[in-house]
């Protein structure tokens, strides 16, 4: 793997470390399971419960979306996220679901503002910009209640992180690095 190995990659760490002949439980409601799949291992068992009522929402979402392209996004950005939103849900809908990804977290935007600039685009808030909007067409391979590991075409692995996601912007554009000037 280009860029990534398995001493220095926790998501295939944990997986090298798993036993896959065994199926992935909760063993709470609310526990984090911790690893619950893995794309290129058809050993891996993954925990199901097609009763969620989180995947239903999930699904619910997505067919809303399939529907029209939201305001100032590009067609071609909408129609990838699209075919992306299908590959996820048939593969990784149940395990988002029981992990607690929500519609925000996979399908997201930002909120447009009353008077939008001409030149505005939806997709320019990575911070609140669903995960389905950046897979670019690139598939997700392992997911945890925080993150999805997404597999690049050079075979380096990007993390996406659901919560806590740093807002891109200029240096000094954060309220960490805000400090009063008498501490400095």
Not at 17 to 46: M, W
Request: proline share 9%; aromatic share 8%; hydrophobic share 35%.
């Amino acid at each position: 793997m280009s860029g990534t190995s398995i001493a220095t990659n926790p998501y295939l760490q944990k997986l090298k470390t798993r036993d896959l002949s065994q199926p992935t439980k909760l063993t709470e409601p609310g526990a984090d399971p911790g690893f619950v799949g893995f794309v290129s291992n058809p050993k891996c068992h993954v925990f199901k419960n097609s009763a969620s009522p989180k995947l239903g929402a999930l699904r619910n979402v997505f067919t809303v979306l399939e529907r029209r392209c939201p305001d100032h996004v590009e067609p071609d950005r909408w129609q990838q996220a699209m075919e992306d939103g299908r590959r996820f849900l048939a593969q990784w809908d149940e395990q988002a679901a029981l992990l607690g990804w929500t519609p925000q977290d996979l399908f997201g935007l930002h909120r447009v503002p009353d008077k939008p600039a001409p030149s505005y685009q939806r997709l320019s808030r990575y911070d609140l910009t669903g995960l389905i909007w950046l897979l670019r067409g690139k598939p997700v391979v392992a997911l945890t209640t925080d993150t999805a590991a997404i597999q690049n075409p050079t075979g380096a692995t990007t993390i996406y992180r659901r919560l806590n996601k740093p807002a891109l912007g200029p240096v000094g554009d954060s309220l960490d690095d805000l400090e009063p000037s008498w501490l400095r």
